[in-house]
């Protein structure tokens, strides 16, 4: 086959899996919902089932769809978490993928706060400040603080009700526990940063939690001293 004709079929297979994907979407396919079989997407579509065969490999390396022997496939839809866990797979420097998303992170976190603060309800706050508390009683124990960590950085900025956002820093964390940046020793001085940021909104104070945002993930960066940190917000907010 020339160049030319495996550039096309490459073109081809792209486009059908995002035709499969979309058909699926709009017939209002949930999570955990069985797919219909290969016959019956290749009717809906006008495809042999080869075809529709090839388009559901894709869609399963994705993670969006999984296979189960002897049993119909099951729709997961598209989580960028899932898209991560296969991504670190390949990663040969997870540690640096883990610097790299740590500073994606600092510049969205600092600068969607202002925008976050007005939504956050009381039992957020409250929430949020149990999390805080919990990580600092943790790191006095010695013990990881991660999962309590992830739960007050994601449910900081839930009131923003973007999913992709929220897969976005549930995507950090598989990263990070798959790199050896999980194994250090937790340090109960940046656990208690987050009860600052907490102070800082509860007193109507957003520059500050900003501010107080912007100190703590400066404080994460002892752990990647390697990583270049710009300015990331505005703080005359």
């Given at each position: 086959?020339?160049?030319?004709?495996?550039?096309?079929?490459?073109?081809?297979?792209?486009?059908?899996?995002?035709?499969?994907?979309?058909?699926?979407?709009?017939?209002?396919?949930?999570?955990?919902?069985a797919l219909p079989s290969e016959a019956d997407l290749g009717d809906e579509l006008g495809?042999?089932?080869?075809?529709?065969?090839?388009?559901?490999?894709?869609?399963?390396?994705?993670?969006?769809?999984?296979?189960?022997?002897?049993?119909?496939?099951?729709?997961?839809?598209?989580?960028?978490?899932?898209l991560a866990t296969r991504w670190i797979a390949f990663v040969d420097d997870p540690e640096s993928a883990t610097r790299e998303l740590l500073e994606v992170r600092h510049a969205?976190?600092?600068?969607?706060?202002?925008?976050?603060?007005?939504?956050?309800?009381t039992d957020d706050l409250v929430r949020l400040r149990t999390l805080s508390e919990q990580m600092v009683e943790r790191a006095l124990r010695g013990e990881s603080f991660a999962e309590?960590?992830?739960?007050?950085?994601?449910?900081?900025?839930?009131?923003?009700?973007n999913a992709f956002l929220d897969q976005f820093l549930h995507s950090f964390w598989v990263v990070f526990s798959a790199?050896?940046?999980?194994?250090?020793?937790?340090?109960?001085?940046?656990?208690?940063?987050?009860?600052?940021?907490?102070?800082?909104?509860e007193a109507g104070d957003t520059r500050r939690a900003v501010h107080e945002l912007d100190a703590h993930f400066y404080g994460v960066r002892?752990?990647?001293?390697?990583?270049?940190?710009?300015?990331?917000?505005?703080?005359?907010?």
């Open positions: 086959m020339s160049d030319k004709y495996a550039e096309e079929d490459l073109d081809l297979s792209d486009a059908l899996y995002r035709r499969l994907a979309q058909h699926l979407q709009r017939s209002g396919i949930q999570p955990g919902d495809l042999g089932r080869q075809r529709v065969r090839e388009a559901l490999g894709v869609l399963e390396a994705f993670g969006v769809v999984v296979s189960r022997q002897g049993a119909r496939r099951v729709w997961r839809g598209f989580r960028a978490a899932d969205l976190e600092t600068s969607l706060l202002p925008m976050v603060i007005p939504r956050l309800t309590q960590d992830q739960q007050f950085h994601r449910g900081l900025l839930a009131p923003m009700g790199s050896e940046s999980d194994k250090v020793e937790e340090d109960p001085v940046i656990a208690a940063m987050h009860g600052r940021i907490i102070d800082a909104i002892n752990r990647y001293p390697d990583i270049a940190f710009g300015a990331t917000a505005d703080l005359t907010v």
